[in-house]
């Protein structure tokens, strides 16, 4: 599906297009003030904007995905061709033809979404885009149509995609009711518009899009990812590392407003390590980008607290991230395999070091297995929790469920058979009894360390005092425990990305 939408600053301000199959429907809605405006902008250098069957035929063959008969052109077409602009050209044929520039394209799945952008500068020679404000503008919309449109799978799913693609004519009424993005001003508004600081009416940064109206609120997000190999051998040393992200959304009312958080550790705390911030961070202690965890730890390294003042971009953005160097893993365990005939004996410890909260919202261990045909008789005892068997009879799911026991142990021990009619899936890796368990689990307000963000410490210099929103989380990332009789692939350095 394909939808118009002219905005001031857009002559096409977004086309939405869903390919299923061969199958491609569009609908649009057009302004004819805005052609207008690219007309009396452009001067002789004018390219009227075709009819949408044509619009629609230029986009698809630009992109490749026209009929495999059209005819070969080697700036598009020629293996050494790497697209690396946002934006594309299409060129229209006829007596008012020439170039539409820039359409800037963002795909995902079998959605693709354009925008037309007006270009408020002399065409000839090109301007830079970087300098064109209805090209931050117009990415900014996409990407925000991108997620609704997309949902919250990184797949967008054929039936929610047409659903909300048969909203997109009510939803570009509201966000576009008279062909301008809403909340986005134009250059050259006056001042009235803008908020006065001390230093006087502040310009909007090409890089900005736009500014927040309505109740301030500031949004901060600590996440700590902890990866880990175990192998249940003294000869194979067991890895784990964590490393952290802060993301931030900050509603706040101005053109270049300014906000710090700040990061604590406890007194006891690693310091953090591989620290890289946003580039809209304005200042930061060199100390805090010279720590790194392939260097030796020094006791004497900056421990916090960690400030890191910035003026925020429009969208929800990445402050910075980092590592941590912590002395245990939060789940130690073993795993067991023996072969018996055509059925595996198997035994799982799984133990919650006492440092960590017991406290989840979920926490399941994997068990799959390769090479083998499908599962089937299981007898399996679980000491805690209840044990699943996947659909496809080649996995045991483990559902630990939200608190480990008292004792903070839990096993799992019995044999599986292999008997099914059906072979299982394949792995190059796991042969014989190369096999592991996987871990998946997500502990709240809860980081291993320490990190956190107190929403007392984060300061926003603004007219309107803002909500402060902080929350911190532990999540699971590739956290394998392998087989102790069987080979497994082993590391000798970091796990670190």
């Known amino acids: 599906m394909c939808v118009y939408v002219n905005s001031h600053l857009s002559r096409i301000a977004v086309l939405a297009m869903c390919i299923v199959g061969k199958s491609v429907g569009f609908s649009h809605r057009r302004y004819p003030t805005v052609e207008q405006r690219a007309k009396c902008m452009a001067g002789s250098l004018y390219v009227s904007v075709p009819e949408d069957g044509t619009v629609l035929q230029l986009l698809l063959t630009e992109l490749g995905l026209s009929d495999s008969d059209k005819p070969y052109m080697a700036l598009r077409d020629d293996c050494l061709h790497q697209q690396r602009s946002p934006a594309l050209e299409l060129h229209v044929e006829g007596p008012s033809g020439g170039v539409l520039w820039p359409l800037l394209v963002i795909s995902q799945g079998p959605l693709i979404l354009a925008c037309l952008a007006v270009v408020d500068a002399p065409a000839d020679p090109r301007p830079p885009l970087a300098s064109l404000f209805s090209v931050s503008q117009g990415l900014t919309l996409l990407a925000g149509l991108q997620a609704f449109l997309c949902g919250s799978g990184s797949k967008p799913d054929r039936e929610g995609l047409t659903s909300r693609l048969a909203m997109m004519p009510s939803i570009l009424l509201q966000i576009c009711p008279l062909g301008t993005p809403l909340d986005i001003p134009q250059p050259g508004a006056s001042s009235a518009s803008a908020m006065p600081t001390p230093a ?30 175990q192998y249940g051998n003294r000869n194979r040393q067991d890895l784990w590392d964590v490393y952290g992200t802060v993301t931030c959304k900050c509603e706040v009312e101005g053109v270049l407003p300014n906000v710090t958080v700040t990061l604590t550790l406890p007194p006891n705390g690693s310091p953090l390590m591989d620290v890289l911030v946003h580039p809209c961070v304005s200042s930061l202690d060199a100390s805090v980008l010279t720590a790194m965890s392939v260097e030796d730890c020094d006791s004497s390294a900056f421990s916090g607290p960690y400030k890191f003042p910035f003026s925020p971009p429009f969208e929800p953005f990445r402050l910075c991230s980092y590592t941590s160097q912590v002395p245990v893993p939060p789940i130690l365990g073993t795993y067991q395999l023996k072969d018996d005939d055509n059925q595996l004996c198997i035994t799982v410890s799984l133990k919650l070091h006492e440092s960590v909260r017991n ?139």
């Open 200 to 229: 006087g009416t502040q310009k909007q940064p090409a890089w900005k899009t736009g500014v927040h109206r309505g109740r301030a609120v500031v949004n901060v997000a600590l996440t700590e990812m902890v990866r880990s190999m």
């Open 359 to 497: 406290s989840f919202e979920y926490c399941e261990a994997h068990l799959p297995f390769f090479n083998r045909d499908q599962m089937g008789s299981v007898d399996v005892k679980v000491s805690s929790g209840q044990l699943e068997v996947s659909k496809e009879k080649n996995l045991l799911v483990w559902v630990l469920g939200q608190k480990f026991p008292k004792s903070r142990e839990v096993s799992l021990e019995g044999s599986v058979s292999f008997s099914g009619e059906l072979p299982g899936p394949t792995d190059p890796l796991c042969t014989d009894l190369t096999a592991y368990i996987k871990l998946y689990f997500r502990v709240p307000d809860l980081t291993l360390s320490g990190c956190c963000v107190d929403q007392h410490s984060v300061q926003v210099y603004s007219s309107a005092k803002p909500r402060i929103v902080t929350s911190r989380e532990l999540l699971s990332s590739e956290y394998f425990i392998w087989n102790s009789t069987g080979t497994a692939p082993v590391s000798s350095g970091h796990m670190m990305l």
